[in-house]
Structures are given as C-alpha cells and as structure tokens.
C-alpha cells in the first residue's frame, strides 16, 4: 500500500516481476478490494499471484515509533510478519523507510553479531557497478558499525556478483590537512586486520571509477552521496533536454540523435538500480524508491528474489562468523 | 609553482586573466627563471605582470606542518606573506590544499570570531548556481562551526551575486528513521535563532535543484559530496561518448548533435566553477584545482579579482558583527 502510488504501481510490477521470474510467488499484502481493482485493472491473473488482507497503512511521514506501536494491522507489519512465520521468504516495500526500517528490526531481530541494520543499493559505474552501504539507517556510525557495514556489504556482493572475495573500499576525503576523521581511521584499522578484502581508502570520484566492490561509510555520509548522484544526474538530463530543445535545428539533430541518447538514457537509468536492502536482519527486506513506476519496482522485486536464492541473511552469518573465528586464532 | 603543470598552466592564466581584468596587476611567485621560461614560451609580455623569487616548491603529497615548518621560502609561503604585508591583496594557488590552508592561517591568521578556514566553492544548479560550505577544511563540524560557515558563505554569496539575504540551506539526510545527526539538528536551531536567511534542511539532490543560495554542511560531507559530483559527470559523459562512437550511425549522429553537445558539455564544464575560496582568514586565498588548466585557473584568479573588489573578509566580519549584535540586544 505504500510508495506514491500505492497498488496502482505494485501490481502491474507484481505481473512483470512473475512473468520474469517462473518459480515466483507474490503475496501482495493490503487493503483487498483496492487490491482486486488495481488486478482487474491489469486485466490477468496469476495462480501465483494471491492477497493478504490488511486494515491499516502506514503514511509516508509517519514517525516510525507511531507505525510500529500503532498500526499492528498494516499491510507492511503484517507482510514482514508473513516473513517471521515463513510464509513468506522476503518482503518488498515501497513504503516509509524509516517505519520500515523500525518494524523489520522489532519483528525479524538482527543477525547475532550485527548491532542496527544498514541499507545498501548498487549503483553504476564506469565499467559495472559498486555496492555502497550504509544509506542512512545509521548516522555517526564508529570504526565498529563501519566493519560490520563491510561484512554485509561483502556477503552481499560475493552472492550479487558471484565472486569470491569482493574488493571493499573505505570512504573517505583525500586531499586535506586532516585526511578523514578518527572513526574512519579506527576503521582503517579495524579493515586492514580482519579477512575481508581490503583495498584502503576512497574518495566520492572513485566510487563512480569503480575503486571496490562495496564502499563502506557512515550512512549520513552515505545518504548525501547518494542524493547528489540522483540531484547530478538529473540536472544533467536536464541541461541536455534544454540544449535539444533550443531551436528547430537542435530539435532536429537531437532527433536524429534519438537512438543513441534512449541507449544512453538507459544506461543511467535509476530504475534499473531500484532496490536497496535492509541487511543485518533475520530475513530479507528490500525497500523500493516510494517514487518507483511498476518497471522500476519490479527490479525491486528481483532483488529480493535474487537475494532468497542466495541466502544473503546466512552469507552474512559466515562471514561474520570467518570474521570472529580469525579474530580467535589470532 | 604547485599543481600539477605549475608555471605551464599558471603562465598563460595569468595572461588569459589580465586581458579579462584591465585593472589587474599580478605577481607571479616562484622559481625566476623557470617562470620567465614559461612567459617567454608564451611569446607576450604584460607591463601588469611581475615576478617574485622564491627557492622552494611545496610537494602536493607534502604534509602540511613539514611545508610550513620546513619551506620558509616556498612559492606558497612567500605568495602569502605578499598579502600578509599588503604588496597582493589576494593569493591564488593550484599547489598543496593542506599547506595552503596551513600556511595562510599561520601567516594571515583567522577573522575575530572565526575558528578555523572554511573551503567554499560555487556549483552548478537547474537554473543558476549555489554556493557550497565547508568542503573538507573540517571534519565532525560542530553546531557552532556550521554557524560561523553560514555567516561566511553569506558574506561570500551576497557579494557575488549582489544578493541582499542569500538564503541558507543546512545539508542533511531526510528520509530515514534518526532525521540527521544532534549536530546538525543544534546547527538548526542556532540558525534559526540567527538573523541570517536560514530556509531549513537540504537533501543531496535539493543542491542541484537550487533550493538554497547557500549550503552548509561538514567538511567531510562536503568533500564526498563535490567528489561525488565530480565522478557521477565523468562517469555520465563517458558512458554519452561510448553509446556515440557504438558504430557508424551512432558516430554520424554524434557529427550531427555535435555542436548541441557543446553547447552542453560548456554547461557542465568544471572548469567554469574552478577556484576555492578559504574563507574566514584576515586575507583573500583561492584554491584552484591542482589539475586545473590555463583557462581553469583563469576562473580561479576572478574569483580572487571578485573577492577583492568586494572586500569578502569585511563583509564576512560585518554579518558576524551583525550576528553579535543581535545576540546582545536578544
């Protein structure tokens, strides 16, 4: 029920996310009548396509403590409840982030190990592509929280990319007096003596270069870099329409341009990176843009597919668990 | 003498920014003869244009404390200590970051009632440009230090863009369960209680969209966040070039777009936006890119000319003043 749009985009991305996925099954879990219009709207059906009935909907700018004392009843509760009694193995939400965050946590528990969750999404770059955590869920994070953010990013990422010890990169500044702060260091530290694959320090270019796999930071840090990469890339397109749109000989060369700047356009397209994942609970639990349209919020949907044939939540486990063994014997 | 071509970029700006500036007059400080090597390799002379010895060169990697203990008679040091006894009445360098801000702070000293140097930059936005402060002088900025940037980027602000009460804008991260961190939310409130323009918080992307003449944010934040900026339009632009040399057709539509495609690329040129103001100091500085090229560095040394004719360090004391008074009166 939640996001901008609510069933109107869920569903028809329910229908792409099945005809993409053959061993799918969606429980979609809401208010049902509003449901049952949104499906008749779409004219199909499914046999693995059902509904699950709930009262109440938590707002977009809810306080997380008020939706998670107060909505017992709503359709994010209830379907991160489906996920605790393993009627479900994931949950996808367009919803209010912060709720979504609070009642994963108070529902699923964390991983033993893993203190708060983080959130963390793909994002493009010159020859691939990065996993960059945390985005927010926690701010002023110390050296600690900041490894416990490149152990899950590296469970991640090994499932994602099918790889075997993905480079993990510490975000940081570079060319100043005072190079970094006393958390980031610490965590240098910390980073350098664990078994992770550790490659040093990143500045905000390199992650776009594709300096490591996964780039670690705090998740205030994380979330600005993440809004200025959407604020840019925006802009971008902007300037580049107004520049077309100039006069009838720009209008003409960038239709002849056309093919090639939709091939470009796709490139940069954030839907194909919709999706971020809660990592560090007991389940699975991805969080789609709340402005996500059903193509981009059926990449949602494949990344939780994606990370329930992996297991993430247990990749996590190990890798935490190498991490403790080494810690150990050392 | 600094960045990363010294006197072959540093040379041709310099006459690139008399012909800009009749009023101009420049003293290029360095080693003599390489400079008058460059000047002769341009084939111009300037009755506006001087030369200052000066034996050493600080190292970009250098550390900070090792050029301003080490290398009294550095290009640097010496350019500083010109505006230090009122020979120049600014200073431009492509040189060192960490030194620079070292060594002017030592030689020019801070303003009454500022702390530490700031570093500010402009950029671009949808429809104009903003200013942005600190961006990796200081890291874990406190309350009171994001106040003192405000001030000066409202001093720095008004003046170029003959703005009566720029607004400000306090960068923070808005989605997410803990809304920012305690600092950020005291910085808030002291910028409420202030007589500046203060509109509220900012997201990443809300730079770009123009929300506030000012942003204000940590020096860590800041940095990722103009490096950030920085990768995601290198990045853009290369997957732009790729998609237009993919074959023949692309690359005939790329001949045809071509003068479009300038038209936008001079857009989003970072060269137009070179040179760094440390603000807060008794003394005009710029920092220009290390890799900036002669028309860069060109822009770098308006900025200094504008900064000038506006008096910045004045007007910075005169909204401090102003903040001073209004808190004593309250």
């Known amino acids: 029920m939640g996001g901008d749009f609510g069933p109107d985009v869920v569903v028809p991305a329910a229908f792409k996310a099945l005809s993409r996925h053959p061993e799918l099954n969606l429980i979609l879990v809401g208010q049902e009548t509003v449901i049952e219009q949104a499906i008749q709207a779409q004219k199909k059906t499914s046999e693995r396509l059902s509904i699950h009935h709930a009262t109440e909907i938590v707002g977009m700018d809810e306080l997380p403590s008020q939706a998670l004392r107060g909505k017992k009843d709503s359709s994010m509760r209830v379907a991160i409840n489906l996920v605790k009694e393993g009627t479900a193995q994931a949950c996808v939400s367009a919803g209010n982030t912060g709720a979504l965050m609070a009642t994963a946590r108070f ?4 991983l033993p190990g893993i203190d708060r969750p983080a959130i963390c999404t793909t994002l493009p770059t010159i020859e691939g592509h990065t996993h960059v955590l945390d985005l927010g869920a926690n701010v002023d994070s110390d050296a600690q929280t900041l490894l416990e953010f490149a152990v899950m990013g590296a469970a991640l990422t090994s499932a994602a990319n099918n790889q075997h010890q993905p480079t993990i990169g ?31 320090y990143v500045e905000g270019d390199g992650i776009f270069k594709g300096a490591a796999d996964v780039i670690v930071c705090d998740g205030f840090v994380g979330n600005v870099m993440l809004k200025t990469t959407e604020g840019v890339a925006k802009m971008i397109s902007y300037y580049m329409k107004q520049e077309f749109k100039r006069n009838p000989l720009t209008l003409l ?9 939709k091939a470009f356009k796709k490139r940069i397209d954030p839907r194909e990176y919709n999706g971020a994942s809660l990592l560090g609970l007991q389940g699975i639990v991805i969080k789609s843009h709340g402005s996500a ?11 939780a597919v994606l990370e329930v044939k992996k297991d993430v939540p247990t990749r996590i486990t190990r890798v935490l668990e190498g991490q403790v063994a080494e810690r150990q014997t050392s």
Do not use: C, Q, W
Not at 107 to 110: A, D, E, F, I, T
Not at 188 to 195: D, K, M, T, Y
Not at 253 to 261: D, E, Q, T
């Open 107 to 110: 529902v699923l528990k964390m």
């Open 170 to 200: 510490l975000l940081n500044i570079g060319e100043e007096e005072i190079k970094g702060n006393e958390r980031v260091k610490e965590a240098a530290r910390l980073l350098g003596n664990s078994h992770l694959n550790y490659i040093g």
């Open 253 to 261: 060369a960038g239709l002849i341009a056309m093919p090639v700047l």
């Open 293 to 303: 349209d059903a193509y981009s919020f059926a990449t949602a949907i494949s990344e």
